[in-house]
């Protein structure tokens, strides 16, 4: 929708149109790969994670474990855009793996949470 557009809409519809961007106002993952849940073949090389806002990297950190809780990340996040960081990965083996984030946003707020994965090896 056009900013033009939006002014020439009602009130009530501005006020709906804002109320998603308000509540998206802490970063949150928004897109992961592999995706929170995912069964997969073969173990990924990295994870990815788009946030819903920017992120500041150096106060921000991507772990992820496998099922013992051993540390299987290595080396530090890199920055793909100013929301989005991979962290690389060990060879994964068939298992259940976490990952456990943490991150502070440009807006001074510190969020973290869990998403999971599974490595299948092709059974
Ligand atoms: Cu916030």
New binding site residues.
């Given amino acids: 929708m056009s900013f033009k557009s939006l002014i020439a809409g009602s009130a009530i519809v501005l006020a709906s149109a804002l109320a998603p961007a308000l509540l998206r ?3 949150y993952p928004m897109v992961v790969v592999p995706a929170d849940g995912a069964v997969l073949r073969d173990g990924p090389r990295e994870i990815r994670i788009q946030f819903t806002e920017g992120i500041e990297l150096e106060f921000s950190r991507i772990d992820v474990k496998n099922a013992a809780g051993e540390k299987m990340s290595v080396g530090n996040l890199r920055r793909i855009a100013d929301d989005t960081v991979a962290v690389a990965v060990k060879a994964l083996g068939p298992g259940a793996y976490r990952i456990e984030w943490q991150v502070l ?1 440009v ?1 001074t ?1 510190v969020t973290d949470g869990v998403l999971r994965f599974t490595v299948s090896g092709g059974k």
Avoid: L
């Fill in positions: 106002a802490h970063a946003s807006d707020h």
